[in-house]
C-alpha cells in the first residue's frame, strides 16, 4: 500500500508540513523563572597535594599506632572483665550452696536435739538484727557501684 504511492503525494505532504510553522501561544498564567548560577562542569577539582611533608606522614603513623594500641587495650580489658564476671557469679553460686548447706546443718541440730517443755531459749535472736543493718549498709554501696558501673 505505502509502495504503491506517487511520489507527487509525497511531495505534496513535505510541502504542507514544511510550509506550516507551528507556533505554540504563551500561557498566561506561567510566571518568569530567574536564572540559576550552576558551576561549570570546565573548573578545575582540587586533589590532595602529590608529595606529603614526612614530618606530617610521621604523625599519621603514630596517631594510627595509638589507636591499635587503645583498641587492644579495650579487648583485653574486655577479656578480663568477662572474666571477672564469670569469677564473681562462681563466687555468688558456692556461696549459696554454703549458706545452704549450713541452715540445713543447723535446721537438723535443732530437730535432733531435744528441749524440755519449760525450755525457754537463752539465746534471743539479736546478732541477725545487728547484721541487718550491715546487710543493708552493704546493698546501698552495691546499688551505687552498679550505678556508677552504668554511667561508665
Do not use: C, H
Request: zero cysteines.
Amino acid at each position: 500500500m505505502f509502495w504503491n504511492k506517487k511520489k507527487d503525494n509525497v511531495s505534496e505532504i513535505k510541502e504542507a508540513v514544511e510550509s506550516k510553522p507551528v507556533v505554540m501561544p504563551k500561557p498566561l498564567g506561567v510566571p518568569q523563572l530567574d536564572k540559576i548560577d550552576i558551576p561549570s562542569v570546565a573548573e578545575p577539582k582540587v586533589f590532595a597535594p602529590l608529595f606529603v611533608k614526612v614530618d606530617k606522614y610521621k604523625e599519621v603513623l603514630q596517631k594510627l599506632q595509638k589507636l591499635k594500641t587503645t583498641v587492644s587495650e579495650m579487648n583485653s580489658l574486655m577479656l578480663i572483665q568477662r572474666d571477672i564476671e564469670k569469677l564473681a557469679s562462681d563466687v555468688d553460686s558456692m556461696l549459696k550452696n554454703s549458706v545452704q548447706e549450713f541452715s540445713e546443718i543447723t535446721n537438723q541440730l535443732d530437730t535432733e536435739l531435744v528441749r524440755p517443755q519449760s525450755f525457754e531459749p537463752f539465746i534471743k535472736d539479736m546478732g541477725a538484727r545487728k547484721n541487718e543493718g550491715q546487710l543493708k549498709e552493704v546493698e546501698n554501696e552495691v546499688a551505687k557501684i552498679k550505678e556508677k558501673l552504668q554511667t561508665i
